[in-house]
């Protein structure tokens, strides 16, 4: 059984242009200790789909579709359930990590609230808790840092407390949102190497722009225009894309002499009939006006292509 089941999920915001739909037709299935990597150009969802799994945007946007988790109807939870599944069951590690912390509450504080909601510990007991995952992530004097406001810290180690929080509480589920964004590459890999060692045993998505940070993951879903277009195997899928738009995410990767792909996305491309990707696709043909479904090919993979 799935940990995590999304099927047909569309999330459309009220606009000045209009209603505009951020994702459409989502799909995706994610199991126990499934570590995944949603991938993809800023502008594609991949946010904004991380978000609406934990049921965050209520209030700024119309939700369509099923979340379910543990076989619960994420959409059909009263406030109190949804309350206390975030944290304790499904944990976020929002992007922007300077500015994720409350600037005016010590980096402690706001991770030992976090263990009290979450009905972990209290007190003096959730403290050494908070103090303990600290720790964990790397920081040789915690209690320092327990102390410390997050405008005195680095992005990397407010990267590494927010991973401390979001861990604490032992949940099943990590979503962690663009987590080496703005970061060196000495710190982007410290960073991945202590994710994955604080989500062992539990269940992760990671969504990125970085293919090697996806790469450290076991599956791989591939996002454009607010749809999936590719989904497999990380291994399959980096080293034999089916999808146009993924060989050239592949492509212009600076290991691959930074081969960018022709244009540009737009708001647009989620209004096609088509396949969105045809504007920019030198592969495209007169077939691709019809819109692709997302089918199954070798290698265990799903993919949005009629010519795959």
């Avoid at 402690?108 to 909601?117: P, R």
């Amino acid at each position: 059984m799935s940990l995590l089941s999304i099927k047909g999920l569309s999330v459309t915001f009220d606009t000045l242009q209009g209603p505009f739909k951020a994702i459409e037709g989502i799909d995706l299935e994610v199991r126990e200790r499934d570590t995944l990597a949603i991938v993809g150009e800023s502008g594609c969802g991949k946010s904004v789909l991380g978000h609406a799994t934990m049921r965050l945007l209520d209030d700024i946007a119309t939700v369509k579709g099923s979340v379910r988790y543990r076989d619960r109807e994420v959409y059909a939870m009263a406030r109190e359930e949804l309350l206390a599944m975030r944290g304790k069951a499904i944990s976020l590690v929002p992007q922007s990590p300077s500015t994720s912390f409350n600037p005016v509450i010590k980096i402690g504080k706001q991770i030992t609230e976090l263990i009290e909601k979450a009905g972990i510990a209290r007190g003096k007991d959730a403290e050494r808790r908070a103090i303990e995952y600290l720790g964990r992530v790397g920081f040789k004097d915690p209690q320092t840092i327990f102390d410390t406001y997050p405008h005195r810290m680095s992005g990397g180690m407010c990267e590494r407390a927010l991973i401390a929080m979001s861990t604490s509480t032992e949940p099943d589920l990590i979503i962690a949102d663009e987590p080496t964004k703005g970061l060196d590459a000495l710190s982007r890999k410290n960073i991945l190497d202590m994710l994955h060692k604080m989500t062992a045993g539990s269940t992760l998505i990671m969504i990125t722009h970085d293919f090697n940070a996806a790469a450290t993951c076991d599956k791989i879903a591939v996002m454009y225009s607010g749809e999936i277009v590719e989904t497999g195997p990380t291994r399959v899928v980096l080293e034999h894309p089916a999808h146009c738009y993924t060989r050239g995410l592949i492509e212009a990767q600076p290991s691959r002499g930074m081969k960018p792909i022709p244009g540009r996305h737009t708001i647009g491309s989620h209004k096609s009939d088509g396949c969105r990707f045809r504007p920019r696709c030198g592969s495209a043909t007169d077939e691709c006006g019809r819109h692709p479904p997302l089918r199954e090919i070798e290698d265990y993979r799903l993919v949005r292509c009629h010519h795959a």
